[in-house]
């Protein structure tokens, strides 16, 4: 890029509005290698010249992609740009601008990092609305945090002291590690039990108490609501990949305690997102968390300036090393802006 074009102003809402997936990747004539099925298209991905069929997906009513192989990710138009590229965001930015005759418009401040907004989320009508997760009236304690599975886990003492999980020596999570969930207003509405190593025979990893609607909540959200700040919301799905990005910095994470995002879910991750409006995903990289990444992105690119990280099979946030997941989260989590 020359230096005239530093100066040429972008507006990444308009440009997202204005031109469609559609638009890019018939410019890239890249259209009929794909197989489409209502408004999603499935084919190899482009960027990374993939040939496996079905790693590359695209939403084209919601305007966003992803890449369930070498890319390691997914995100708006104008990511795809600047990955097939091989540019930054605001390059893609301005060549979308050029290549399709746009005017920018007025400067506004912070346009350069507020990357999209099509369309508010649909209001429907919701049973699970109607649905509440009291705040318990006792507490389980207490709680083990010293028990040799939370290390074995890489957990450090101040992330076990933070979130307050440990050993459980009473009740029905008697000899399970207990995971305290809380409201938006810290109050602790269930305990999650993780049994410590590989279950018995017939019994499951994880144990919610029974009537607790975990798709209405957000482990780690009353934390994330107090930070109030302008980074990336990171997205996981379990509760040890939330303490773990935690543990290695990245302290605005929350996780949706399954692969499935829900439409109440969703609101509240726009909230804690914040002024910034940006989120991350991360999700596991087995069948379930990849079509649950693809979901979400789907679904939260409507409202909000969206990335997805994506993981090899057997990968999970937990299983990267603390530098590997700064270095994934980093390079997908930081937005170009303009000098
Ligand atoms: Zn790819």
Redesign the pocket.
Known sequence: MNTNQKGRFISFDRLKTSVSLHQVLERYRLLERFHRTGDDLTGP????H?HNPT??RVSLKRGCWI?F???HGGGSVIDFVSRMEGVGIRDAGLLLQDWFHLQPGERRENEFVQITHCSPMREAVDPIRAATNPPLRFSLGPLDGTHAYLRERGLMQETIGAFGVGACAYGTLRGWMAIPIHNLDGRVIAYAGRWPGTPPAGSSKYRLPRGFHKSIELFNQHRVKALASPEPLVVVEGFFGCMWVWQAGYRKVVSLMGSVLSRIQAERIAELAGQGRQVLLLFDGDAAGRKGCADALAWLSGSLAVRAVTLNDAQQPDSLAPERLRQVLGHAAEPEVAA
């Open positions: 991905c482009p960027i990374h993939g790693q590359f890449c192989g070498d890319c």
